[in-house]
């Protein structure tokens, strides 16, 4: 399965922006799937992730700002990203998460949001 984001890009502060990752087959092959960003300079963290059973968790510095939702029927995870701060700026990949007794990670290719202030 492949993993595609989009709808990275240019937003001043207090914005907003709508982050998509399409999959090429079944969603429900992950048990779990999420954004995560990488800023530079930095190590890629957790932004958002959202379980098969819809159970969601945000990192502290997002919450009440971002929102991850799933349409299984569309193969279609999204991250919709409001209140933009310059700190958000970074690259944001989307994960796909598999429990085959070991976790297996999924990745699919970044898309850059850039903040400005």
């Known amino acids: 399965v492949q993993l595609q984001a989009s709808g990275g890009g240019l937003v001043q502060a207090g914005g907003s922006l709508r982050l998509s990752c399409a999959a090429s087959g079944s969603i429900f092959r992950f048990n779990e799937m999420g954004w995560y960003r990488q800023a530079p300079g930095k190590q890629r963290e957790l932004v958002a992730a959202i379980t098969l059973g819809g159970i969601t968790n945000y990192a502290d510095s997002v919450k009440g700002r971002f929102t991850i939702s799933r349409d299984n029927a569309k193969n279609m995870v999204y991250l919709q990203m409001n209140s933009l701060k310059s700190e958000d700026t970074a690259v944001y990949y989307c994960?796909?998460?598999?429990?085959?007794?070991?976790?297996?990670?999924?990745w699919g290719q970044g898309t850059l949001v850039t903040v400005s202030s």
């Open positions: 994960n796909g998460r598999r429990d085959l007794g070991l976790f297996t990670d999924y």
